[in-house]
């Protein structure tokens, strides 16, 4: 029997769900989400999955609502009896909190992955995950893919002897060194940041001489834009020609717009796996997509070949 790709997603993701289907060939499933009268989400697929190869696109971003609309997604799926269900989670969101690192805080990532994994899906494709181990949180297979093709594309090469990536925290070092790889061997610098309070950034320490190269910051998420403003103005300092920055996930939120248009970055870069309002973003800012390597990944679970091949 061959089994169909049943393409779904929440509201949020809706335009890049339709890109991944346009890439491969499929066109969206016919699915509505609603609200009732109080607010509470209505979910509900207008056609047979009966064995078939569903694939939900959502990212979970803040309101939570986005993570409720791929909850309940994959529980009519599953009660509409599909074979075998993807979530397909462009931006893994709660994945900063991934640790106990102070009494009495939860564990997000894990309750997340729980939920996530309770609602009933049998594998999860996700992109960049802020911490690689939280793929380790679920009990069935999770593809994390990077971002880093996407940036090689836009890139290209680039020369050592001019360039240099700059990681923004000692936690994003792996990251950083990936892309630095990527483009043309580059030479990395490392700033030891630390968080004075959640959602604030200082810089105290950089490992590496950028006096007089062009530096690229690379990290995944930017959020309030704190610690990518913070490291700007630290790097032209001392004495920096030019930063620019490449995310995967542009959140933007809390007047990040303001703070990075003051920031002298030259540019950022950044993908569409969050969807980006225009009055959000930052007027420097380049978005990427991230459909073709989705729908590459997406084509290889369905036709169960290898993924890890996306994953240079
Ligand atoms: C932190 O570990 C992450 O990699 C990002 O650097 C951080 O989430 C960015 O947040 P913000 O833009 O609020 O400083």
Redesign the pocket.
């Known amino acids: 029997m061959s089994r169909q790709i049943k393409l779904l997603s929440g509201t949020q993701s809706r335009p890049l769900m339709e890109e991944i289907g346009r890439y491969i060939g499929v066109p969206p499933a016919q699915h509505e989400i609603s609200r009732f009268a109080d607010g509470e989400i209505r979910v509900q697929i207008l056609e047979n999955l009966r064995g078939e190869d569903v694939f939900i696109v959502q990212s979970t971003q803040p309101p939570a609502d986005n993570l409720m609309e791929l909850l309940l997604l994959i529980d009519a799926a599953r009660r509409a009896s599909a074979w075998r269900i993807t979530a397909v989670i462009p931006y893994f969101g709660y994945a900063?909190q991934d640790r106990k690192d102070q009494p009495r805080v939860p564990i997000s990532a894990k309750l997340v992955a729980n939920l996530i994994e309770r609602a009933g899906v049998d594998r999860v494709l996700t992109v960049d995950l802020?911490s690689e181990q939280i793929q380790g949180f679920f009990d069935i297979p999770v593809d994390n893919l990077f971002a880093t093709p996407v940036f090689k594309d836009y890139f290209g090469t680039l020369n050592p002897e001019e360039y240099m990536v700059v990681s923004?925290?000692v936690?994003?070092t792996k990251r950083a060194w990936a892309v630095a790889k990527k483009l043309g061997n580059l030479p990395l610098a490392v700033i030891d940041?630390r968080r004075p309070a959640p959602?604030q950034?200082k810089v105290l320490y950089l490992i590496g001489e950028v006096k007089n190269k062009r530096l690229l910051i690379v990290?995944?998420?930017?959020?309030?834009?704190?610690?990518?403003s913070e490291a700007v103005s630290y790097l032209l300092d001392r004495g920096a020609l030019e930063v620019t920055a490449a995310a995967t996930h542009g959140?933007f939120?809390?007047g990040?717009k303001n703070r990075l248009d003051q920031s002298g970055l030259k540019e950022i870069v950044i993908t569409n796996t969050v969807p980006l309002p225009e009055e959000r973003k930052p007027e420097q800012t380049t978005v990427l997509t991230i459909a073709p390597l989705l729908g590459e990944a997406l084509i290889r679970i369905h036709e169960e070949r290898s993924v890890s091949r996306l994953f240079i």
């Open positions: 900063r802020h923004p925290d936690g994003g940041k959602n950034a990290d995944d998420i930017i959020d309030t834009g704190s610690t990518l959140l939120s809390n990040a």
